[in-house]
């Protein structure tokens, strides 16, 4: 199968075609316009187009025309760029994805198209896991900017879903749940504000003895996701057309549920275990409209109901505390091997969004 894989140079895409290409037959082409994490792929069946979707129309069409399937994962995808460049990320998120969709539709071609597990919103008390066919979408209000992400995302899997009853789009929307693993987001230097999501702060903390920042306490709860049982997930919905044709998917892991302050201190022992050092970072509490600003509101709980891919035999299999041992070691051999790191590793730049 050919498929084209926007935003391949980001923590899921560099990790997914690396899956793909030993995993199956698939030839891969990738737009990016970063191709820091993707250095490491070399492979006769991988071609990278370097390149901003925005500039490259013509190319994209031609590589639509070429593909069987479209894997989009551009998007801003952190919390701060929510709250500091909303339009930017509206823009990007929703506007630049209609062009995309027209083009799968003109030249008849699947789209996997990927949205979030934050367009359920927040629980308002439900513990019930998230249910991609029931469950309702809550957003906050709309001076909590922090919602633009979700409300952009939301809007566009209705109008996907729109297209694919009007227009016959063939589509499987997926909704990930925090995925973690290597090549993910960017280290920052000692109580860096913002920036990229909480593995990379904490790990950052860890290696740099800077404060872990507990965003209001570290009460969020969230279940985290290995990014190679995710890519399992991801490779199944590429190989089942008809099983995925026209539906919305979660892929988490519903067994790995923490509190931020939890996975905290999981970190701090996994760092003392793989190094048989302590590390001297010190959790910290700081309220969420400093770390990001003013429009900061933040989803309270949050766990997947994965029983749509159980049945088509997918089942996570690696549990917390191995997600994050396995995903820390990755650091942490990189860091002490490489004679240059990218600038992804560099715990040193502080990185404000
Ligand atoms: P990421 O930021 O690592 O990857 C996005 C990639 O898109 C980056 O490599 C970036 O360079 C590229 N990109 C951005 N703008 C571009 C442009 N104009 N032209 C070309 N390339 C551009 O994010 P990720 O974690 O890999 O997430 C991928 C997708 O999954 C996103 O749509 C995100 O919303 C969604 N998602 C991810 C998670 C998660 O746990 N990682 C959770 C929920 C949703
Ligand atoms: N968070 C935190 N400290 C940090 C970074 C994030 O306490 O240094 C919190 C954040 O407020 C949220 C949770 O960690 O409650 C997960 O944040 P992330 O950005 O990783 O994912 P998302 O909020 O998009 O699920």
Request: hydrophobic share 40%.
């Amino acid at each position: 199968m050919n498929i084209l894989m926007l935003g391949v140079g980001g923590f899921i895409g560099s990790n997914l075609a690396a899956h793909l290409l030993a995993n199956s037959d698939h030839v891969i082409a990738g737009i990016d316009d970063n191709d820091e994490k993707i250095a490491d792929i070399q492979h006769e069946r991988f071609t990278f187009i370097p390149g901003d979707v925005r500039r490259i129309g013509d190319k994209v069409d031609d590589l639509v025309r070429w593909a069987d399937v479209v894997v989009d994962l551009i998007a801003y995808a952190n919390p701060s760029i929510y709250i500091t460049r909303p339009l930017d990320v509206v823009n990007l998120n929703l506007f630049q994805n209609l062009e995309l969709i027209d083009r799968c539709i003109k030249h008849r071609k699947r789209l996997v198209q990927f949205s979030t597990s934050e367009v359920y919103g927040l629980s308002e008390g439900r513990r019930k896991p998230f249910s991609e066919d029931e469950t309702n979408l809550v957003m906050g209000p709309v001076k909590k900017q922090r919602w633009i992400y979700a409300s952009a995302k939301e809007l566009l899997e209705r109008i996907i879903y729109a297209h694919g009853q009007q227009d016959g789009l063939d589509f499987t929307i997926i909704r990930p749940f925090n995925f973690v693993g290597p090549k993910f987001d960017y280290l920052v230097g000692p109580g860096a504000l913002g920036g990229p999501r909480v593995f990379s702060h904490f790990m950052s903390a860890l290696l740099t003895g800077g404060p872990m920042q507990l965003v209001d306490g570290g009460h969020a709860h969230r279940s985290y996701t290995h990014i190679d049982d995710a890519s399992r997930a991801i490779q199944l919905i590429i190989d089942r057309p008809s099983a995925c044709h026209q539906e919305i998917l979660n892929i988490g892991s519903p067994q790995n549920g923490a509190t931020v302050r939890e996975l905290a201190h999981l970190m701090l022992d996994l760092y003392r275990e793989l190094t048989g050092k302590s590390s001297e970072a010190k959790l910290v509490d700081i309220a969420g409209t400093s770390f990001y600003g003013e429009g900061y509101e933040d989803c309270d709980w949050r766990i997947p109901d994965i029983r749509k891919l159980e049945a088509l035999g997918w089942q996570p299999r690696i549990n917390l505390r191995d997600t994050f041992r396995s995903t820390m070691a990755w650091y942490l051999d990189r860091i002490d091997s490489a004679d240059e790191l990218p600038s992804y590793l560099r715990a040193e730049a502080v990185s404000l969004a």
